[in-house]
């Protein structure tokens, strides 16, 4: 038996070739999107790192935001409840929007970020079932640090594979936030460029990121979680 993870933040950063930012252009993309309730942002903002595009937060540490950097289009959702399909709906239809706006032609690669977490169902510290089960040393092994770990996590990286061009890279750790939860993150990388016409293929690259995680990851931690 698997997990029912609760993803609780998604990010997608789309680079192309560096280009000067025109506040003006960046203003047309956030008039056009605020024609649709389901995509628009309530803010603009000219900054030094960049032009952003913001919804304000109903709760605390809620993101919503849509950053234009010379070289990335970076999109955040975090804390909101969103969905892998409402996201991946966000993704493509903001970055046709922006690309077209912009007369951006292509990415030049992509990346990819899922943030899940689970409830080991034999532990009730995430901490300690990563500490005996992913980690497992013996008790004597964190004696000799001779003091208390506040969180305890590992990192994985996962090459391209059968034809694939995409690197997975996961980290598991515990969440000081919530004790009885372990914290998932998945982030995939994507080389190959993505021409304007193709950008629905972007969701492809997202659905492929969180079924990693969601799957074959939460399928691993799932055999370690036993009585």
């Not at 309530?42 to 070289?71: K, R, Y």
């Not at 080991?120 to 964190?142: I, N, T, V, Y």
């Not at 059968?162 to 004790?179: A, I, L």
Request: proline share 8%.
């Amino acid at each position: 038996m698997t997990y029912d993870p609760r993803t609780i933040a998604f990010c997608a950063e789309l680079l192309y070739p560096p280009q000067q930012l025109r506040t003006d252009l960046a203003q047309s993309v956030h008039n056009a999107l605020y024609q649709q309730p389901e995509l628009a942002y309530q803010n603009f903002q000219v900054a030094p790192d960049g032009i952003h595009l913001s919804n304000l937060p109903q709760a605390p540490g809620q993101i919503s935001t849509a950053t234009f950097a010379p070289d990335r289009l970076i999109l955040r959702e975090e804390l909101r409840a969103t969905t892998v399909e409402a996201f991946a709906t966000r993704l493509v239809n903001v970055t046709t929007t922006a690309f077209q706006k912009l007369g951006i032609q292509a990415t030049v690669a992509q990346q990819i970020i899922v943030r899940s977490l689970i409830a080991p169902r034999h532990f009730r510290d995430g901490a300690e079932f990563l500490r005996q089960r992913l980690l497992a040393p013996e008790p004597a092994a964190w004696e000799s640090l001779a003091r208390p770990l506040q969180s305890v996590g590992t990192r994985f990286v996962f090459p391209p594979h059968e034809g694939g061009q995409e690197t997975y890279h996961v980290r598991v750790e515990s969440w000081p936030q919530d004790p009885r939860s372990v914290w998932i993150e998945n982030t995939g990388s994507f080389a190959a460029p993505t021409q304007v016409a193709e950008v629905p293929r972007l969701a492809d690259n997202l659905y492929a990121t969180y079924r990693f995680l969601t799957g074959p990851i939460c399928d691993f931690l799932s055999g370690l979680d036993t009585a």
